[in-house]
C-alpha cells in the first residue's frame, strides 16, 4: 500500500509519500508561504531534489501542485493519482472525542470543526487538507491521526486542573497534551529495545525538539504529560515559556498594558531559551553561545536541563518508579550535552548514563551504563510513518469491513 501523508500547517504544507511494503520514502517535500510572496515546493526523491517556484495561493493549490511534483515525468514518483492509495492528515486537536486515528468521514470532519476553538491555529489548516484531499481525490480513502489521542488514558487527576470544574465540563478546559504519535512510537519502540512487554514498564518519553514535551507512560498508556490545554504549558522549549505564574498574565495586562495579541506572541514567540538567552531559538547556537561563555546562554541551558529532570522526577513519583527514560526529536536524538544534563545528579534513583555511548547522534541506542537500573535509551521518532502505519492498518480494516458488507448484501 503507498500512503500519502499530510501535515498541513497555516501557511505550510509537509508531505511524505511512503511505499508500506518495505517503509520505504518514496518522495517527501514542503510547500513553504501558502498565499504569500515567494510561495516554493520543494521535493527530495532519494537524495534528488526538485524545486518549484511560483504563486501558490490557497492549500487547495498547494495540494494541486504536491500531486503535480509526485506525478511529474522527470522527478515524479507516479503516474497517476490512483497509485496513491490512501491518505493520512496529522491532525492536531482531536478533543475528547478521538483516543485513537480514524477513517475520515462527514462525523469525523464535523468533530475535527468542534475542536477548532482548542487549537485555532492548527485544526483550520487541517481541515482544509482533509477537504482538498476529498474534493481531489474522492474515492481515496483518508485517515485522521491526532497529536491528542494518545493521552486521552490520562486519568481525571492528571488533566483537570485546578479551577472551576465547569471551566472542564462547559468550556472543555483541561489538559489534552501533544506529540501523542511520537510518545507513543518511541515507548512501544523502547520496549521492543529492551525486549519487555510495554505492560511491565514504566516509562517518561522525552521528546524534545523545538516543541518539547515528556509523557508518564505505565503499561503502555499515558497517564501524565507535560503539555497541557495548548502546546505551551509544560517546559521551556525554543520560542515557548512552559509552564509559568498564570498571575504574571494578568500582570502584564494590568501593568504593562499589553493586548492579547501582544501577550500571545511573548509567550509562544519570544520567550522559551530564546527568550532567555536573546541568541536564537536552536540549541546548537546556544550550546556554542555557552562554550564562547555567554552568561545568558548558560542560564538558559540551566534553566531547560533543570526544568526536564524535575519533571523526570515527577514522573518517576506519579508512576511509582521508572524503568526506562527515552530521549527523541531534534535535541533528544542529537544532543549528548542535553541528555547528559537532564540526567545529572539522578543516580539516586538508578540513573547512570556512559559518557561514551551516549556520543551517539541520530540513531537508537541505549545510552545507559550496563549496571544502571534505569536504562536511558535514544530513539529516534518518526511521527510520518506512524501516521503511516495507522492509516494501512485502518483502511485495510475498512475494506474487509466493506467487503464482508457487500458478500452479506450479496447473500
Ligand atoms: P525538531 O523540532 O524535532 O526538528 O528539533 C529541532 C531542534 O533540535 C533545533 O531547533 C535544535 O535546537 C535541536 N537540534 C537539532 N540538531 C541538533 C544538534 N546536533 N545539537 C543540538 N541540538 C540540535
Known amino acids: 500500500m503507498r500512503i500519502l501523508i499530510i501535515n498541513c500547517g497555516s501557511s505550510s504544507l509537509k508531505y511524505q509519500f511512503i511505499d508500506m511494503e518495505n517503509e520505504f520514502l518514496l518522495a517527501k517535500g514542503l510547500v513553504e508561504r501558502i498565499g504569500m ?30 500531486l503535480k511534483a509526485l506525478l511529474d515525468e522527470k522527478h515524479g514518483v507516479i503516474s497517476d493519482v490512483s497509485e496513491i492509495d490512501a491518505i493520512g492528515h496529522r491532525v492536531v486537536h482531536g478533543g475528547e472525542f478521538y483516543s485513537q486515528s480514524v477513517i475520515v468521514d462527514d462525523t469525523v470532519i464535523q468533530n475535527i470543526k468542534e475542536c477548532v476553538k482548542l487549537a485555532p491555529l492548527h485544526n483550520p489548516a487541517n481541515l482544509i ?9 474522492p474515492s481515496t480513502p483518508m485517515v485522521a491521526v491526532f497529536d491528542t489521542a494518545f493521552h486521552q488514558t490520562m486519568p481525571e487527576e492528571s488533566y483537570v486542573y485546578a479551577l472551576p470544574y465547569e471551566l472542564y465540563t462547559q468550556h472543555s478546559i483541561r ?21 519487555k512487554n510495554i505492560n511491565d514498564l514504566k516509562i517518561i518519553t522525552c521528546h524534545l525538539g523545538n516543541g518539547a514535551s515528556i509523557t508518564a507512560i505505565k503499561e503502555g498508556k499515558s497517564i501524565d504529560t ?8 509544560g517546559i521551556p522549549m525554543g ?29 509562544n514567540k519570544k520567550s522559551g531559551v530564546y527568550g532567555i538567552s536573546g541568541i536564537s531559538s536552536d540549541f546548537r547556537d546556544i550550546e556554542a553561545a555557552d562554550e564562547d561563555e555567554n552568561k545568558r546562554a548558560h542560564l538558559a541551558l540551566e534553566i531547560f536541563y533543570s526544568k526536564v529532570k524535575k519533571y523526570i522526577g515527577y514522573y518517576a513519583a506519579a508512576m511509582g518508579g521508572v ?17 547528559e544534563k537532564t540526567c545529572r545528579d539522578l543516580e ?29 535509551l535514544v530513539i529516534p521518532t ?20 466493506k467487503e464482508e458488507l457487500e458478500d452479506k448484501i450479496i447473500v
Open 129 to 137: 487538507g482533509i477537504e482538498v484531499c476529498k474534493g481531489l481525490m
Open 323 to 339: 524503568d526506562c527514560i527515552v530521549y527523541t526529536a531534534g535535541l533528544g536524538e542529537n544532543s549528548p550535552e542535553v541528555r
Open 175 to 195: 489538559k489534552y497534551g501533544f506529540h501523542g504519535t511520537s510518545h507513543k512510537h518511541v515507548s512501544e519502540k523502547a520496549a521492543e529495545m529492551l525486549n
Open 226 to 233: 507535560s503539555m497541557g490545554f495548548t502546546p505551551l504549558e
Open 348 to 376: 539516586f534513583l538508578g540513573v547512570s548514563i556512559d559518557k561514551d555511548k551516549n556520543k551517539v547522534r541520530g540513531q537508537a541506542l541505549e545510552v545507559s551504563t550496563v549496571d544502571s537500573k534505569v536504562k536511558v
Open 382 to 401: 518518526n511521527e510520518e510513518l506512524m501516521i503511516a502505519k495507522d492509516t494501512q492498518e485502518l483502511v485495510m480494516d475498512f475494506k474487509l469491513f
Open 37 to 66: 510572496d515567494g510561495s516554493v515546493l520543494c521535493q527530495n526523491r532519494s537524495g534528488e531534489k526538485y524545486k518549484i517556484e511560483i504563486p501558490i495561493l490557497d492549500h487547495k493549490e498547494a495540494i494541486s501542485f504536491v
Open 239 to 267: 520560542t515557548r515559556s512552559g509552564s509559568i505564574d498564570p498571575a504574571i498574565i494578568t500582570f502584564m495586562i494590568r501593568e504593562l498594558n499589553l493586548s492579547v495579541a501582544e501577550i500571545d506572541d511573548i509567550l
